[in-house]
Nanobody, 119 residues
């Protein structure tokens, strides 16, 4: 079973920056996409960023001008650099990995890491 281990969450002031990292273990099926989703209290989970095996990133509309996602294919890691953070960015951030086939998606989620933007 794939394991995703997140790190880097915490409390940051508005306008500040934060970097999240996620390492994937026991990955068997390739290629795969890695990335981040987030879920704020009382809201649906939404896309933050994903990066495919070729390094192409896709971003959610609410963050695309303020975040940069990157992958290390060799180390099976994905990172998320977030800048100009706003209170609305407060949420639990989940690492995500998916291997897609014609018949089925194999997707996995991390436990989540809390990001709180507050003064």
């Amino acid at each position: 079973q794939v394991q995703l281990v997140e790190s880097g969450g915490g409390l940051v002031q508005p306008g500040g920056s934060l970097r999240l990292s996620c390492a994937a273990f026991k990955v068997i099926r390739t290629p795969y996409i890695m990335g981040w989703y987030r879920q704020a209290s009382g809201k649906e989970r939404e896309l933050v960023a994903t990066v495919d095996s070729g390094g192409v990133a896709r971003y959610g509309d609410s963050v695309k001008d303020r975040v940069t996602a990157s992958r290390d294919i060799v180390r099976n890691t994905v990172s998320l650099q977030m800048n100009s953070l706003e209170p609305e960015d407060s949420a639990v951030y989940f690492c995500y990995l998916v291997h897609r086939t014609l018949s089925q998606d194999y997707d996995y989620w991390g436990q989540g890491t809390q990001v709180t933007v507050s003064s």
